[in-house]
C-alpha cells in the first residue's frame, strides 16, 4: 500500500472512531447535566435590548421566541413539571417584538393561567398579557373572548368576565355570542348550561385539533358533573323518604321512574358508594370533572378520549367565522 | 454614453452570475425559506407568519451579503487584474465605469431576488394551500427589499472606490447594522442637546434608514403599505445611491491609478 493510501485510510478511520467517541461522550455528559440549568436560561431577558439586537428583523425574532415559548411549555407540561419560570418572559419578549402576534396572547395566555401541572399557574400574569395584546390589537374580538375566559375558569370572576365580555361585544364584526356571555355572567355565571355555553364557543371557534379535543373533554366533564348532581340529588331525596341510603342506584332509578341507572358519556354506569356518595366508575376518562371523585383520588395527565370531527365538518352550536 | 454604461453592466451581470458564491447563497436562502415550513410545524398558529418572515429575512439578509461581497471587489479588482487600464484606455470615462458596474450589479442582485422570492411564494403556497390577495404585499416588501439593495451596491461601490476589499466590506456591513439601528440614532438626537444634538441628528440623516425599507412584519401579518410610503422610499433610496454614487464617481475621477 502506498504512502499516501495508508494515511488516507488512517486518517479515515480516526475520523470515524473520534466522531463516535464524541457522541457517545456528549450523550453522556447530557445525562449527568440537570437540565434545569439548560432549560432555565434566558441569555437575554430585556425585551428591548432582545428588539434591538434583531436589527429590524423582529418580526423573525418573535416567530423563533414564540417557538421557544411553545417548546418550553410543551416540554415541561409533558413531564409534569410543576415550574414554568421563563414562561412569562419568553411571551413578554415574543409580544414586545410583535405586539400584532395573537396566537401569542391566545395560546400563552392558557399555557400562563391554569395551575401547575398545567399551566403555570400565573393568571393575574396572563390577564397583564391578554390586556397588553388588546391595547395593542383592539379590533380582535378573540382577545376579549379569551380575556373573559380566563376570569370565568381560573380566577371564577364572572362580574370582571362579564365585563370583558361586554367590551369585545362593542368591537366591529364581534361574534353575537360576546353578548350573550356577557348577559349570562350576570346572573348564571355558575349553571352548567353557562359553562357548556363558554366551551360549546371555545371548540366551534378554533381549528386547532389540540384546542377542540380539550374543549371537547370539558364539555364531557360538564355533562358528568351536572349527572353527578342530579343524582346526588335524587340520592338525598331518597333519603329524606326513606331515611336510608339507597343500597344501589337501582334503587334510586325506580323510586325517579328512570327506565336505568345513568350512564356516563362513555355509556358506563354511575356508582353509588356506601356511604351515599355518586361516584364516576372511572374517572380517569374525565379528567376535568370537579364532582364524582372518590375520596383522595388525585387526578392522573388529562387524554383526549374522543376524537373532534375535522373543523369544517363540525356540526356548530354557534355559527362562528 | 448609454451604449458603454450598457456593455459595462452587462459585462458586470455576466461576471457576477459565473460566481458560485452566488449560487450556494440563493440556493441557502430558498433552502431557508423551505424550512421555514418545519419551523411552522413545531409551533403554533404562525405556519404562515414563519414562511414569510424567515423567507424575506434570508432574501434580505442573504442579498445584503452577496451585494457587500461582490460590490467591494467591483473596482479593486480591476485594479488588481489591471483590466481597468484596459477599459479605461477605451473611450471610457471613470464615471461611466462606475456607473456602469452599478447597474450591472443592481441587475444581479434583482435577478437573485427574483428566484428567492420565487422560493418564498412556492414555500407559502405549500404552507397556505393557496394566495390570498393580501399575500400580493409580500411583493412591495420584495420591492423594498430591492431598493436597500440599490444602496448598500452604492455604498460598496463607494468604499470599493478609495479602499481595500476587507475594509471595504467592513465599512460597508457596520452602515447595513447602523442603518438598522437609525431609528434609535433619531431618538438619542432627540433627547441631547446643543453640539451632541447637531451631530447626532446630521449621523441619524446622513447614515442609510434601513429601517423605513424594511416592513417584513407588516406584510407577514397582510397589512396594507400605502403607496405614498411606496413613492416616498423609491425617491429616498434613489436620491441616496445617487448620492453614495456620486461620491463614488468623485473620489475615483482624482484616484491616482498607478
Partial sequence: MSSRKRTTVWAAALLVVSMAGSIFLLNRVDRIRPHEIVDDTLYIASPKLVKH?????????????????????????????????????????????????????????????????????????????????????PDNWHLYYDLGFIYYTELK????????????????????????LAA????????????????SAAYESSTETNIRQNALEHLRSIQVDEDVTSLQNAVTQFVNQN??????????????????????????????????????????????????????????????????????????????? | MNARILYIASNTFREAVRDRVLYNLIAFAVLLSAAAIFIGQISIEIERLVVVNLGLTAVSLFGVVIAIFIGIGLVSKEIEKRTLYT??????????????????????????????GVGVFAALLYVAH???????????????IVLQFLIICSLALLFSSFSSPLLSAIFAFSLFVIGSFSDDLRGFAYLT????????????????????????????????????????????ALFYSAMALSGAVLIFERRNLK
Fill in chain 1, 53 to 137: 439586537a434583531s436589527l429590524g428583523f423582529e418580526g423573525l425574532v418573535a416567530c423563533i421566541y414564540w417557538t421557544r415559548a411553545v417548546q418550553y411549555f410543551g416540554h415541561r407540561h409533558f413531564l409534569r413539571n410543576r415550574s414554568y419560570n421563563e414562561l412569562a418572559p419568553l411571551l413578554e419578549i415574543t409580544t414586545t417584538l410583535d405586539p400584532n402576534l395573537a396566537p401569542a396572547y391566545q395560546f400563552g395566555a392558557s399555557f400562563l393561567a391554569p395551575a401547575p401541572p398545567n399551566g403555570a399557574g400565573q393568571p393575574e400574569r396572563a390577564i397583564r398579557l391578554m390586556e397588553y395584546g388588546i391595547q395593542h390589537n
Fill in chain 1, 157 to 180: 370572576d364572572y362580574k370582571r368576565a362579564g365585563e370583558v365580555f361586554a367590551r369585545g361585544s362593542k368591537v366591529p364584526n364581534a361574534h353575537p355570542f360576546l353578548k350573550i
Fill in chain 1, 184 to 199: 349570562v355572567m350576570a346572573e348564571h355565571a355558575e349553571d352548567f348550561a353557562t359553562a357548556r355555553l363558554l366551551w
Fill in chain 1, 243 to 321: 331515611g336510608r341510603i339507597p343500597t344501589s342506584l337501582w334503587e334510586v332509578a325506580d323510586a325517579e321512574h328512570l327506565k336505568g341507572v345513568p350512564v356516563d358519556p362513555d355509556g358506563v354506569p354511575y356508582e353509588l358508594s356506601l356511604d351515599g356518595q355518586v361516584l364516576v366508575a372511572n374517572p380517569d376518562d374525565f379528567p376535568f370533572i370537579s364532582k364524582g371523585t372518590p375520596p383522595g383520588y388525585k387526578p392522573g395527565p388529562p387524554k383526549f378520549h374522543v376524537k373532534p370531527p375535522a373543523a369544517s365538518q363540525g356540526q356548530a352550536q354557534l355559527d362562528i367565522p
Fill in chain 2, 87 to 116: 477599459v479605461l484606455s477605451r473611450p471610457v470615462r471613470r464615471w461611466e465605469f462606475i456607473v456602469g458596474k452599478f447597474f450591472g450589479l443592481a441587475g444581479t442582485l434583482v435577478v437573485n431576488t427574483f428566484f428567492m
Fill in chain 2, 130 to 144: 393557496k394566495f390570498s390577495g393580501p399575500d400580493a404585499w409580500i411583493l412591495v416588501a420584495l420591492y423594498f
Fill in chain 2, 193 to 236: 442637546r446643543g453640539f451632541a444634538h447637531w451631530i447626532a441628528t446630521a449621523a441619524a440623516y446622513m447614515v442609510p434608514n434601513f429601517s423605513v425599507l424594511n416592513v417584513i412584519s407588516s406584510v407577514a401579518h397582510q397589512q396594507a403599505i400605502s403607496s405614498q410610503l411606496i413613492l416616498q422610499n423609491t425617491l429616498y
